[in-house]
């Protein structure tokens, strides 16, 4: 019996440490005053237990945010947030955004560019895109983070 313990205890702690990981860390979230996906994204996160300070900005003033994260416009999406020293940008799941804070990979952050149906916050019935999530180095180049089929 001890030893199924011990099994059971070694296979759940990753999960555990990752959950632990993300109720600890504060996100803040910059969106549209009038996006319904943006707002279902922050459900999505606040649900994975992620703590979540929302501001609503202009559209202006939100594209000037992005421009100052070094997000272009290929990389951009509809809300910008940001964690851990990171940016998020779009509709990044929150398991990929767990391994980010995981990781700490020597990037700026992670990006779903678009607005991909499927993804969290864009959900519509079965139908689902696939998509992938993007990490953002400091000189503009992007490498797959994350295959979403």
Not at 16 to 33: E, F, N, Y
Not at 74 to 87: D, M, P, V
Not at 101 to 113: D, F, Y
């Amino acid at each position: 019996m001890k030893r199924r313990t011990l099994i059971l205890a070694g296979l759940s702690a990753p999960f555990i440490a990752r959950q632990a990981l993300a109720t600890t860390q504060h996100m803040q979230v910059a969106k549209s005053p009038t996006c319904g996906c943006c707002a279902a994204w922050v459900d999505h996160i606040r649900t994975a237990g992620f703590r979540a300070d929302v501001t609503d900005l202009s559209q202006q003033d939100l594209l000037a945010l992005k421009q100052s994260m070094s997000i272009t416009p290929e990389l951009a999406s509809c809300h910008t947030a940001r964690i851990g020293g990171y940016f998020i940008e779009g509709h990044v799941p929150a398991a990929d955004i767990s391994r980010l804070l995981s990781e700490r990979p020597n990037a700026l952050g992670l990006t779903v560019p678009g607005m991909p149906i499927g993804s969290p916050g864009m959900e519509m019935g079965a139908q689902k895109d696939a998509f992938d999530t993007l990490l953002v180095f400091a000189d503009g180049n992007t490498r797959v983070f994350e295959r979403h089929p």
